[in-house]
């Protein structure tokens, strides 16, 4: 079994804000993942310090990796056998490959109409995976029933207060990639509000302990609008999320009864950020347009981050001159169906130079 603290970040100065006992997490290679200067993306939009935190360079290509050590290591320090989750797909293929490398048995219970790259991405590492015939919420309603008869470490129920901390490292990282100095924002997709709130308190952790100088950062939270329950509850100036029935080709944020709402919209309100929702059209244009500029094939979920951070740059939200982060949570190869019929297809030709030439004959003029 590998170990070490590559999963939490690369620095001693933040192993201990995780909670775990020892010195060791469960690492499959997690972590520290680019932090990448997009300035193709940031001139479309019109924004001088743009970076793009890319975790679909994890190992099974999402952030959810993160969260996974920290559950699967507390699974084991408190001799679980069995690991277990409710997945909308991305945290599945994590929690089966975590169980993979660890030698526990493992338990998938997913949507029934999950896309076919996530199901194949968990069924790849031989867990039992179970596809339930309801929405997420449905899901997640029985593994709570499942968890209260069974004596199995559910990553998201049971383990979840270790679990969420897992989050953290994104902020961690984020800041000292930056030279430890905090951005002035942070665009965060938000499904259950938990990756959210969890890196507004990792930087206050860091501002706390002194490893930065000064938090002005704002953090702001993205949903698809088929599937906005926090976003409507920040812009209604409530205090408690609604639950709404999801709507959106955006499933890995499609939780519409989200359990660290409440706890996202005051990391928002907090941080002084907002909450902004796109729909599904403006979703598939932020997936092409990373992509288009940045080389950067995210998932749905993506696709709402740069959507919405379009949005919070046209509303003056966020300034030109700000350093500004969004979060790239997953890969676009798994959800391929999201973005199938709205790209160029290939163009056909005999194996020969004539047919290359007279296909591209335009091209052979400019050149000639």
């Known amino acids: 079994m590998a170990i070490g603290w590559a999963c939490a970040t690369s620095s001693s100065k933040t192993k201990d804000l995780l909670p775990v006992e020892g010195e060791n997490l469960v690492n499959l290679g997690t972590g520290f993942t680019p932090l990448i200067k997009a300035e193709r993306l940031g001139n479309r939009l019109g924004l001088r310090n743009l970076f793009i935190k890319n975790d679909t360079a994890n190992p099974t290509w999402s952030f959810k990796d993160r969260v996974v050590s920290v559950a699967v290591t507390k699974a084991i320090e408190?001799?679980?056998?069995?690991?277990?989750?409710?997945?909308t797909g991305n945290l599945g293929n994590s929690v089966a490959a975590h169980a993979a490398h660890t030698g526990l048995r493992c338990f998938i219970f997913i949507p029934a109409d999950l896309e076919l790259g996530k199901v194949i991405g968990s069924l790849i590492y031989n867990p039992t995976l179970v596809a339930?015939?309801?929405?997420?919420?449905?899901?997640?309603?029985?593994?709570?029933?499942?968890?209260?008869?069974?004596?199995?470490?559910?990553?998201?129920?049971?383990?979840?207060?270790?679990?969420?901390?897992?989050?953290?490292?994104?902020?961690?990282?984020?800041?000292?990639?930056?030279?430890?100095?905090?951005?002035?924002?942070?665009?965060?997709?938000?499904?259950?509000?938990?990756?959210?709130?969890?890196?507004?308190?990792?930087?206050?952790?860091?501002?706390?302990?002194?490893?930065?100088?000064?938090?002005?950062?704002?953090?702001?939270?993205?949903?698809?609008?088929?599937?906005?329950?926090?976003?409507?509850?920040?812009?209604?100036?409530?205090?408690?999320?609604?639950?709404?029935?999801?709507?959106?080709?955006?499933?890995?944020?499609?939780?519409?009864?989200?359990?660290?709402?409440?706890?996202?919209?005051?990391?928002?309100?907090?941080?002084?950020?907002?909450?902004?929702?796109?729909?599904?059209d403006e979703v598939i244009e932020g997936i092409?347009?990373?992509?288009?500029?940045?080389?950067?094939?995210?998932?749905?979920?993506?696709?709402?981050?740069?959507?919405?951070?379009?949005?919070?740059?046209?509303?003056?939200?966020?300034?030109?001159?700000?350093?500004?982060?969004?979060?790239?949570?997953?890969?676009?190869?798994k959800t391929q169906e999201v973005v199938s019929d709205r790209i160029a297809q290939p163009i056909f030709i005999e194996p020969n130079l004539k047919a290359f030439q007279e296909r591209f004959a335009s091209l052979a003029a400019a050149t000639g």
Not at 304 to 321: C, F, N, P
């Open 132 to 280: 339930v015939k309801g929405n997420y919420d449905e899901v997640n309603r029985l593994c709570a029933e499942i968890a209260s008869t069974m004596n199995w470490g559910f990553v998201n129920i049971n383990l979840r207060p270790y679990y969420a901390e897992g989050s953290k490292t994104l902020g961690f990282e984020v800041v000292e990639q930056l030279g430890w100095k905090a951005p002035d924002h942070i665009v965060v997709p938000m499904a259950s509000g938990s990756l959210l709130t969890k890196v507004w308190k990792a930087l206050k952790e860091l501002h706390r302990l002194g490893l930065i100088d000064e938090l002005s950062t704002k953090v702001h939270g993205a949903q698809p609008e088929g599937c906005s329950p926090i976003v409507r509850a920040f812009k209604e100036n409530a205090e408690f999320v609604r639950p709404v029935k999801p709507n959106t080709i955006v499933k890995s944020l499609a939780i519409g009864n989200p359990a660290d709402g409440i706890y996202a919209l005051q990391a928002m309100r907090e941080s002084g950020g907002v909450a902004e929702a796109a729909n599904d």
């Open 78 to 87: 408190f001799g679980f056998d069995t690991v277990a989750c409710a997945s």
């Open 288 to 333: 092409k347009l990373l992509a288009e500029t940045e080389g950067i094939f995210t998932e749905a979920a993506g696709g709402v981050t740069v959507a919405v951070l379009k949005k919070l740059v046209e509303q003056g939200v966020i300034g030109s001159d700000e350093t500004v982060v969004a979060l790239i949570t997953g890969c676009g190869l």
